[in-house]
């Protein structure tokens, strides 16, 4: 039996990689600082920035698979946080205690902002890593500690480079949820001219995305992303015209944000060939679904 | 006055950074585990290893500037050594407590193995870094830690990617000591083809390349190397030369390592151009310091 450990399950990623894995025929181990109440996976309680409560979880549950979504995501703070740092070292503290306690196989979660502002589409292989945050810094630092660690440890090791996804439940004040709000209650969305290239993939496919890589046996790098670049003019065009509210958007009202970078879009060869994985959503269906999200009543 | 604080700096390349930091104008303040006895620098002792100790060390010295240069350098231990990713963490200690205590500019000290395996130049900015060993990996991570976190903390920052050296007080298992010692006793010298393309710069100029760096305002990854890629044939041929016992050397009688790549060479524009630094070593000057230095008796 395959047993797979996810940290970070109730955050924004790690929570859609749960039934994928189940699907896949994982038993699945969710981590969080405070459990949720789901009776399709076990779940722990461990606060990862503790020294030493990675050893304590990864011996409770001894899993042969590690998936690690945990880190810092704070919307507006994650950026320049400095709990990226402590990110970056309990990180490594917990692959050593998975490489210690005989573990198989981890997979661990990036992001695009490790490239930096490139022209082109991002190559795993062939672009350099220009990280311009610290939160990108510090995830390329945790990609090469982690895969200098687990090559040396013989644990197989492959990192999810995901580029920009929405959907589901957000944080308000992005850009998909805050616009839909913005037009669902009959307000002006001042937008940028959203000349901006990006990938935008739902999160429900990044959730099986990443499951799909870590029931593989692909190693490295990986970017997550749809393959489809696409203006965020375009994004906000679909959003708009699904909501018949075309009127109320904005374009170039505001100035595009001088770290945004005009282009950041992956090559997705990697994700389609080796892992063999191919969205479920196309961008109207997952517009789609990311309206009806935001507009359903929430439990309390 | 301009106070430079140099860990590792009883180390092979450290101590080669302390009379040209004093030329530079700086006053140096030296640490390692154990000082040196030396009239002309201040010496301070810490293992930067245990949690506290740079805080500590850094609110004795007060420095300025910040020459990171102490790391693991066991020969045949620190390719692989697990201290390398102690090395990581005791860097960010490091560097958040000068950033604390208003240090203005900090130099690391990476390494060409941040390369890995390619072809060509090693270029600082357009090269992507696929290190192929765990100490690769674990400078890699370093740099970009150290850049993220610098930025973030408004400190100027410059990493200076060292590739091949010699001279000096190399340990004796490496190439050019071994080499020297086999040819001093009459004993064949059984080699590779050495057909594999380094750059190798004099460990004093090493030293000096370093200095000047940290004396510039140069920011992010430098190349240290000679800028004459050479084969390695060209390195021995000219050491059996001078010592005239070019008979003494096979080539061809060891194979090539497997993981020792065809050709590890840098770009040097960064160092001539932008820091100004020019080695004061030819090649045979070079290897004539290191047949000096090596067949100099040595004090006890």
């Known amino acids: 039996m395959k047993r797979i450990l996810v940290t970070g399950a109730s955050g924004y990623i790690g929570a859609r990689t749960l039934a994928p894995l189940r699907a896949l025929g994982f038993e699945v181990h969710a981590s969080a600082r405070r459990a949720r109440r789901d009776t399709e996976v076990a779940w722990h309680e461990a606060d990862l920035l503790v020294p030493g409560a990675a050893a304590a979880l990864v ?53 695009c902002f490790e490239y930096g502002p490139t022209a082109g589409p991002c190559d795993e292989q062939r672009t350099p890593l220009h990280p311009n945050t610290f939160y990108g810094a510090c995830k390329a630092a945790t990609w090469h500690a982690l895969d200098g660690l687990l090559r040396a440890r013989s644990v197989e090791f492959a990192w999810a480079r995901v580029f920009y996804l929405f959907g589901g439940d957000e944080a308000p004040q992005r850009l998909v949820p805050s616009l839909i709000d913005a037009l669902a209650a009959g307000r002006v969305a001042e937008c940028t001219a959203g000349t901006q290239r990006r990938d935008f993939l739902h999160v429900d496919d990044v959730g099986r995305a990443i499951a799909s890589l870590a029931a593989s046996a692909v190693v490295g790098a990986v970017n997550i992303g749809s393959g489809r670049a696409i203006t965020l003019r375009a994004l906000i065009e679909e959003i708009a015209r699904q909501m018949d509210e075309s009127a109320l958007v904005r374009f170039g009202a505001r100035p595009i944000p001088p770290n945004d970078p005009p282009e950041l879009v992956p090559s997705v060869e990697r994700l389609a060939r080796e892992v063999g994985f191919a969205p479920e959503l196309d961008l109207a269906a997952g517009v789609a679904a990311a309206i009806a999200a935001r507009r359903r009543p929430r439990a309390a």
Chains 1, 2 share one sequence.
């Open 59 to 111: 011996a409770t549950v001894r899993p042969t698979h590690l998936l690690h979504a945990a880190w810092i995501a704070t919307p507006g703070v994650y950026v320049s946080a400095p709990e990226n740092l402590h990110w970056l070292t309990a990180s490594l503290e917990l692959a050593s205690a998975f490489a210690d306690a005989g573990g198989e196989r981890m997979v661990g979660v990036g992001t």
